[in-house]
């Protein structure tokens, strides 16, 4: 059974430019997270999405970084525009339904110039 | 709100050696408790579970107790091997949202043949 699948794995872009990353869960999850980690420190969710509605979006930078899972499967996170203080590892996870065990994806590495 | 705190932050063994990784949480009103692992470059892979209501759980040279009251829980690796060198994170849920996990800042573990 495919992991959760996130892509792109590395991206390097200039301050003020957008970016945006992916990521597919596990086949049957409802549950998607979206993580923040910082060099040295833990994850810290950024957004939970149950099927395609965000329940808690509470951490999210509204102002530059939006969300989006249109069907309830696959789904896209967006900044616009990148600051340098947001370059870190973009973790996805996703479980079967909430509160269940998270299984994560390798991340996307994002380093703002 | 709650906290996590990982001690020490990194850790060297020899080979074959036993040990122990500590976490502390500051609200003990805790839903369970969950220790990952994470190798360099990639996401997190969950080890233990433990509810609530457990004092410890195992998984072959991986024991994971609990102590709510003291806000406490201890990894412990027996006949630690190379293939351990990774970084151990615990992680609570939020105190009133079970849904939303805290992580510790890790533990950097270096297993030396």
């Known amino acids: 059974e495919a992991g959760v699948v996130q892509s792109p794995r590395y991206k390097i872009i200039e301050k003020k430019q957008p970016v945006a990353f992916w990521c597919n869960p596990i086949?049957?999850?409802?549950?998607l997270y979206w993580y923040l980690q910082n060099l040295g420190q833990g994850p810290e969710l950024l957004i939970r999405?149950?099927?395609?509605?965000?329940?808690?979006d509470s951490q999210l930078p509204k102002d530059r970084f939006s969300a989006e899972r249109l069907k309830g499967v696959d789904s896209t996170l967006k900044i616009q525009p990148a600051e340098l203080g947001d370059s870190a590892v973009y973790l996805c996870?996703?479980?079967?339904?909430?509160?269940?065990?998270?299984?994560f994806g390798p991340g996307t590495r994002l380093l703002v110039l | 709100k709650q906290e996590v705190t990982q001690i020490p932050a990194a850790l060297s063994v020899p080979e074959g050696e036993n040990l122990v990784l500590n976490c502390s949480f500051t609200?003990?009103?805790?839903?369970?408790l969950q220790w990952f692992r994470q190798d360099p470059g990639k996401g997190l892979t969950s080890l233990l579970l433990?509810?609530?209501?457990?004092r410890e759980q195992t998984s072959g040279r991986l024991n994971a107790s609990l102590d709510k009251s003291s806000g406490r829980s201890t990894l412990y690796i027996a006949a630690s091997q190379p293939g351990d060198s990774a970084t151990y994170l615990c992680?609570?849920?939020?105190?009133?949202?079970?849904?939303?996990?805290?992580f510790g800042t890790g533990t950097l573990l270096a297993v030396q043949p």
């Open positions: 609200d003990s009103a805790i839903y369970n």
């Open positions: 992680a609570v849920p939020e105190t009133g949202a079970t849904n939303k996990l805290i």
């Open positions: 086949s049957g999850h409802n549950t």
């Open positions: 433990i509810q609530s209501s457990q």
């Open positions: 996870a996703s479980s079967l339904t909430s509160g269940e065990t998270q299984y």
């Open positions: 999405y149950e099927n395609e509605e965000a329940v808690d």
